[in-house]
């Protein structure tokens, strides 16, 4: 049976105990396990105290890469927060503007709708600012953290189809 500061942690019997999802308020707690076989007095295992370290590392700058000629996606180095979804935190040059940014499920990415369309074979630059990750005292990306990246259209394959193949069933 598992214990946090003397107090029985209800359906905590395994052999192990995982603390998750912890903040700055677990720092400091004891945790110890009492171990019995039914014949004798239980055994108190010592106990440890968990030490929570703040995060204080900002979320960076990963890539960019133009998906089509009105998308861009953006990939941060860490989850960050709805903070990414505000088109005000995107500047692109050309006069390329930000319309619409999207997080995706995974936290990491962001995907960019831009106007006007994207020229072909041209290199942008985008720079990233106030964009923030999940800690509890939130980190701050680097003010106009920048990423550069080229447009290349790959003819047939804007929609993410192959256009004109047909997929190879690797079953028969």
């Given at each position: 049976q598992w214990f946090?500061?003397?107090t029985l942690i209800q359906d905590a019997t395994a052999a192990s105990y995982t603390v998750s999802g912890v903040s700055a308020s677990d720092n400091d707690r004891y945790y110890h396990c009492e171990i019995s076989n039914g014949v004798g007095?239980?055994?108190?295992?010592?106990?440890v105290k968990l030490t929570v370290l703040p995060d204080t590392t900002a979320p960076a700058l990963v890539s960019a890469f133009a998906v089509s000629n009105t998308r861009v996606d953006i990939r941060f180095s860490e989850v960050v927060s709805?903070?990414?979804?505000n088109v005000d935190n995107y500047q692109m040059n050309f006069e390329i503007t930000a319309t619409a940014a999207t997080l995706s499920d995974d936290g990491l990415t962001v995907s960019l709708t831009v106007t006007p369309a994207l020229a072909e074979a041209t290199t942008y630059t985008v720079e990233v600012s106030h964009v923030q990750d999940m800690a509890e005292s939130a980190n701050t990306i680097?003010?106009?953290?920048?990423?550069?990246?080229?447009y290349q259209a790959a003819d047939g394959f804007e929609d993410g189809n192959a256009d004109g193949w047909t997929p190879v069933d690797l079953n028969n």
């Amino acid at each position: 049976q598992w214990f946090r500061d003397n107090t029985l942690i209800q359906d905590a019997t395994a052999a192990s105990y995982t603390v998750s999802g912890v903040s700055a308020s677990d720092n400091d707690r004891y945790y110890h396990c009492e171990i019995s076989n039914g014949v004798g007095s239980p055994a108190i295992c010592d106990r440890v105290k968990l030490t929570v370290l703040p995060d204080t590392t900002a979320p960076a700058l990963v890539s960019a890469f133009a998906v089509s000629n009105t998308r861009v996606d953006i990939r941060f180095s860490e989850v960050v927060s709805a903070s990414a979804n505000n088109v005000d935190n995107y500047q692109m040059n050309f006069e390329i503007t930000a319309t619409a940014a999207t997080l995706s499920d995974d936290g990491l990415t962001v995907s960019l709708t831009v106007t006007p369309a994207l020229a072909e074979a041209t290199t942008y630059t985008v720079e990233v600012s106030h964009v923030q990750d999940m800690a509890e005292s939130a980190n701050t990306i680097m003010a106009n953290s920048s990423q550069i990246f080229t447009y290349q259209a790959a003819d047939g394959f804007e929609d993410g189809n192959a256009d004109g193949w047909t997929p190879v069933d690797l079953n028969n």
